[in-house]
């Protein structure tokens, strides 16, 4: 099962909570990516250390901000690195056929075993409802020039 988050340094412990929770309801073997922005090597080395530990691996991926200045925050919470999930095919390894992208702000309680067998093989992405959007910021779809 592959696995990716991106982070900067702000949030490298949400990372930790995140994975601490995904390694406690998983099988060993996990292949977790980070696209790093800038995440302190004290704080890689413990994320590898928590990893390791638990039979899984972590692959640190280095992301330049610079890509993407000309992007507009229009939610005051959201940074930049969260554009970074869209060059996730330029960044990722090429043998990689299907990875699972999560918010590192997320708590686990399960098995992600169900998700991951989720036959997305027609598809080039699969995503889930953001009722935050959907519900709260409407605007935000059209602000970025998607359609409804």
């Not at 009722?131 to 359609?147: R, Y």
Request: glycine share 2%; charged share 25%; net charge negative.
């Amino acid at each position: 099962m592959n696995i990716l988050f991106v982070s900067d340094d702000v949030y490298a412990r949400h990372l930790v909570v995140a994975i601490k929770s995904i390694i406690n309801h998983n099988e060993k073997g996990i292949q977790f990516y980070i696209f790093d922005l800038g995440i302190k090597d004290e704080n890689k080395r413990n994320i590898n250390d928590i990893v390791s530990s638990y039979g899984s691996e972590v692959n640190f991926i280095a992301v330049n901000y610079k890509d993407f200045e000309s992007f507009p925050v229009q939610i005051s919470y959201i940074s930049l690195a969260t554009y970074a999930r869209l060059k996730t095919a330029e960044y990722l390894p090429d043998n990689l056929n299907k990875i699972i992208y999560l918010d590192v702000d997320v708590l686990v309680f399960n098995s992600l075993e169900m998700l991951w067998n989720v036959d997305v093989n027609n598809f080039l992405t699969a995503a889930c409802y953001d009722s935050f959007i959907e519900n709260e910021k409407s605007e935000h779809k059209k602000s970025i020039s998607m359609s409804e």
